[in-house]
T-cell receptor, first 114, second 114 residues
Framework: SAVISQKPSRDICQRGTSLTIQCQVDSQVTMMFWYRQQPGQSLTLIATANQGSEATYESGFVIDKFPISRPNLTFSTLTVSNMSPEDSSIYLC???????????FGDGTRLSIL | GENVEQHPSTLSVQEGDSAVIKCTYSDSASNYFPWYKQELGKGPQLIIDIRSNVGEKKDQRIAVTLNKTAKHFSLHITETQPEDSAVYFCAASNQRYTGNQFYFGTGTSLTVIP
């Protein structure tokens, strides 16, 4: 399965600031996914990122708050903008799925907002 | 859309005993059901999956069963060990279409008591 690296692994940020999370995959993939996992909760899909097109956002998530870039087939970034304490979560990148194949996850970015 | 329910939310077992986690899904079009294990500080890792044309799958101490009629599937861990302690998530997806979303259950925190 693909090896997925996320940076940073954790961060503590001030409210009102923005943070960009990077996701690097060791092989070319068509689709990349960004999830949010609030403390003690399940995984909620933020958006799906295809290379060369705009990301597709799920209900409740907007591009102004969570802009995503997908410049090539091995890399994507998620920015959490104008952060508030409610944005304190684990943000996870995943790849795969389709054709009865699993999604594979990175270890996530643990974000705390003060 | 799909709705996946998972029970129990917490489970404690003695080392060597069996653990069973159950999930139900709502969309009869779902045809792929992975299970993930998430250890503290890590991303979810696939441990086993099952496709809708199969009723049961086993991998050493781990097995998954699927009842399509009742729309439920279960994870069985036998001879539990302390290293099995983690949060387990079930998921459901309609994999007939590339990039279709994975819908996750709410997670089960399993503690294996030595």
């Amino acid at each position: 399965s693909a090896v997925i690296s996320q940076k940073p692994s954790r961060d503590i940020c001030q409210r009102g600031t923005s943070l960009t999370i990077q996701c690097q995959v060791d092989s070319q993939v068509t689709m990349m996914f960004w999830y949010r996992q609030q403390p003690g909760q399940s995984l909620t899909l933020i958006a799906t990122a295809n290379q060369g097109s705009e990301a597709t956002y799920e209900s409740g998530f907007v591009i102004d708050k969570f802009p995503i870039s997908r410049p090539n087939l091995t890399f994507s970034t998620l920015t959490v903008s104008n952060m508030s304490p409610e944005d304190s979560s684990i943000y996870l990148c995943s790849v795969g799925g389709g054709g009865n194949q699993p999604q594979h996850f990175g270890d996530g970015t643990r974000l705390s907002i003060l | 859309g799909e709705n996946v329910e998972q029970h129990p939310s917490t489970l404690s077992v003695q080392e060597g005993d069996s653990a069973v986690i159950k999930c139900t899904y709502s969309d009869s079009a779902s045809n792929y059901f992975p299970w993930y294990k998430q250890e503290l500080g890590k991303g979810p890792q696939l441990i086993i999956d099952i496709r809708s044309n199969v009723g049961e799958k086993k991998d050493q101490r781990i097995a998954v069963t699927l009842n399509k009629t009742a729309k439920h599937f279960s994870l069985h861990i036998t001879e539990t060990q302390p290293e099995d302690s983690a949060v387990y998530f079930c998921a459901a997806s309609n994999q007939r279409y590339t990039g279709n979303q994975f819908y996750f259950g709410t997670g089960t925190s399993l503690t294996v008591i030595p």
